[in-house]
């Protein structure tokens, strides 16, 4: 039996997950990516300052052992393992993560409204809530929830709680018990509660070497940017001239992007692929003559007056992250094209971010700024408005008849971790195998 023609869209986690489930059948897939790079936002860039920086921050906290062990496979066991350190700030106040149950040092009215509130909803009785407002302000009062997480969803999720739904959240949000929260106003050392506890990270090359074991295993074409899709003649365009056949295609293109490039697409299946929000990310990446800047890998950000939302600090991460002596940041300021749209060019916001690193006092005067760059993440998060549900499953329902396999973080659009991603592709390429058209 001839081998089917199975071609895959993107190089990222998700691309490479469908290679390597069709490296199992003994495929060899083409692999399109339209950056003159691999790997999608698990990508990793050494400046010639010496810095290291991933595309956002990445790490890797997956409880799956088997992905567990293929990453580790892919840098051969070179890994570190980091018992995670996460903190917020909020008004000059540096609480750990999650605030809600580290409220010693905060000012005593907060604390009292907080408790008082969390006591009154706790005794009310119990709805299914319509939107991720409602499910915030059961869990946790209206102080808090107004203070911190409402606070929060405006800065990374670009819209109000009232207009999200819950369906993303799964362990993302910690629900503490009133014990919890007592114990963690009264004292300094509450204990820690994240849904992670410890992550791995590779010892050298950034996150990027997690997939250095898989890209033997597809024929990669850079530079080749999709621009257009023939479904009935099984035909792809590339913005560089190439047209070339498939008989089965994976795609981990953004589905906004894929649709409008789908000849024939109808126009309700276009229309709702316009109602998908995602947020995008500029980076501001700074190297410091300094290491000590955070003892935290991450802190959140709620002021509206700080114009980053999360800073991670990647020489935390591997000491092959920044040269000797120096400390690295990274922060993510975030827009949507619907909700908060970016206006000029992303490096308008280094200096916005060095201004705020200073005024919440994580830079001092005397620090030397020795690195600074800017990059732009059109789709970072998916937003889980309150359209995303139906405009997602008429996309998918359109796809699905033409018989393509979407996958990862845009493909499915959904609030996914690389491991997730890799698993899509994976099963996306099954998807495609079983129906491949072998063609003569
Ligand atoms: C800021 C941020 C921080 C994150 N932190 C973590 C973390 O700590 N841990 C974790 O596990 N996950 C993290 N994630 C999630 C993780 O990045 C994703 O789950 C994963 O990288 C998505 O992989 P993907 O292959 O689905 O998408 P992508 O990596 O985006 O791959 C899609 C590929 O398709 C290509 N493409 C797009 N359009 C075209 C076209 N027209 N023609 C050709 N090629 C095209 C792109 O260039 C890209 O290479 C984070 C994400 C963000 C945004």
Known sequence: ?????????????????????????????????????????????RYETGFLFD???????????????????????????????????????????????????????LIVKVISDFVEARQLPEESPKNYADWLYASFGRTFAESFPMQYTRKYHLTSA??????????????????????GAISASAPHVHYITHFRYPSDGGFMCYLKKFMPMGNIKLNHQLVSIDPRARELKFANGLVTSYDSLVSSVPLPDLIRMIQGAPSDVVDASRRLSCSTCVLVNIGVNRED?????????????????RLGFPHLLSAKNAPPGTGSIQAEVYFSDKYKPLTGKAEDWIEPVIRDLRKCGLLREEDQVLSRKAMLLPYANIIFDLERTQALKTVHAYLDDLGIAYCGRYGDWGYMWTDESFKSGELAAERALSGAVVSK
Not at 163 to 179: A, F, Q
Not at 293 to 309: L, P
């Open 1 to 45: 039996m001839p081998t089917p023609n199975i071609v895959v869209l993107g190089t990222g986690m998700a691309g490479f997950g469908a290679a390597h489930r069709l490296h199992a059948e003994g495929i060899v897939p083409v692999m399109y990516d339209k950056n003159a790079y691999y790997g999608g936002h698990t990508a990793s860039f």
């Open 55 to 109: 595309v956002g921050p990445h790490i890797s906290f997956t409880k799956d052992t088997r992905i567990q062990d293929l990453f580790a496979d892919s840098v051969d066991q070179r890994f570190e393992t980091i018992q995670i350190h996460l903190n917020n700030y909020w008004r000059g106040y540096w609480p750990l993560h999650p605030v809600q149950l580290h409220l010693h040092g905060m000012p005593e009215d």
């Open 293 to 309: 800047i955070s003892s935290a890998h991450m802190t959140y950000f709620y002021d509206e007056d700080i114009c980053f939302t």
């Open 162 to 183: 009232e207009n999200m739904s819950t369906d993303w959240l799964g362990p993302r949000i910690y629900r503490p018990s009133l014990e919890e929260v007592l114990r």
